[in-house]
């Protein structure tokens, strides 16, 4: 079962000149593990930026990291230097990466005295692992579980627009609703799959 996602209609068009970078960066020795610790110190400012109310500088930093979570799998791709455990660590470091940038905000909030919000925030970190963690655990049972309407990709750009316009709690809620919606939808097609009630055709 295959759905467009937003993330396509963001990559599609620039696809070409990421892997024309990829290359490039190839040229230079440069490894996809050094582009996926790179976009992880990124991230670390932007926690930094967010956790001091700084949303829309913090947005910024967050979208350039993202740059280097693009080129990590295209450098792996044309240096033929992918691996399942390239693979492995960088699905890794995407949840550190998550965690620290929803924690900075956790942290904003919690220092605004802003229970409510904390709380919000929390329960999108919540969602972002269960995302994860229901389709990996999918993955060991049937042969794939991409359905969903949101996930890395798409939460990252959902949170920095939020940012980057004055509208980081409306971001949050839409992110703390899509979030588990995909880990319930996840959930549920498992089940279908599982107790056989899914075809091999309908998932492809």
């Known amino acids: 079962m295959t759905k467009a996602r937003l993330r396509d209609l963001i990559y599609q068009p620039v696809k070409a000149v990421v892997n024309e970078i990829g290359v490039g960066l190839d040229r230079y020795n440069?490894?996809?593990?050094?582009?996926?610790?790179?976009?992880?110190?990124?991230?670390?400012?932007?926690?930094?930026?967010?956790?001091?109310?700084h949303f829309s500088s913090g947005s910024l930093v967050i979208l350039f990291a993202g740059i280097f979570d693009m080129l990590d799998g295209s450098?792996?791709?044309?240096?033929?230097?992918?691996?399942?455990?390239?693979a492995f660590i960088?699905?890794?470091?995407d949840r550190y990466s998550d965690f620290?940038?929803?924690?900075?905000?956790?942290?904003?909030?919690?220092?605004a005295n802003q229970a409510d919000y904390v709380l919000l925030?929390?329960?999108?970190?919540?969602?972002?692992?269960?995302?994860?963690?229901?389709?990996?655990?999918?993955?060991?049972?049937?042969?794939?579980c991409d359905v969903g309407m949101i996930e890395r990709?798409?939460?990252?750009?959902i949170?920095?627009?939020?940012?980057?316009?004055g509208a980081i709690v409306p971001a949050l809620?839409?992110?703390?609703?899509?979030t588990h919606f995909t880990a319930l939808d996840r959930i549920y097609y498992t089940w279908k799959r599982t107790e056989g009630n899914l075809s091999e055709r309908d998932e492809d």
């Open 30 to 53: 440069v490894t996809p593990h050094q582009l996926t610790m790179t976009g992880f110190l990124v991230n670390i400012l932007g926690c930094i930026l967010y956790a001091h109310g």
């Open 75 to 86: 450098l792996a791709r044309s240096s033929n230097k992918t691996s399942k455990f390239g």
């Open 90 to 93: 960088d699905s890794v470091i």
């Open 100 to 111: 620290l940038i929803f924690g900075g905000l956790t942290v904003h909030f919690a220092k």
């Open 121 to 144: 925030t929390l329960a999108v970190i919540a969602g972002s692992f269960l995302t994860s963690y229901t389709k990996a655990r999918a993955e060991s049972l049937i042969r794939h």
């Open 153 to 157: 990709p798409e939460r990252i750009l």
């Open 159 to 165: 949170i920095c627009i939020g940012g980057l316009f």
């Open 173 to 178: 809620w839409i992110l703390a609703f899509a």
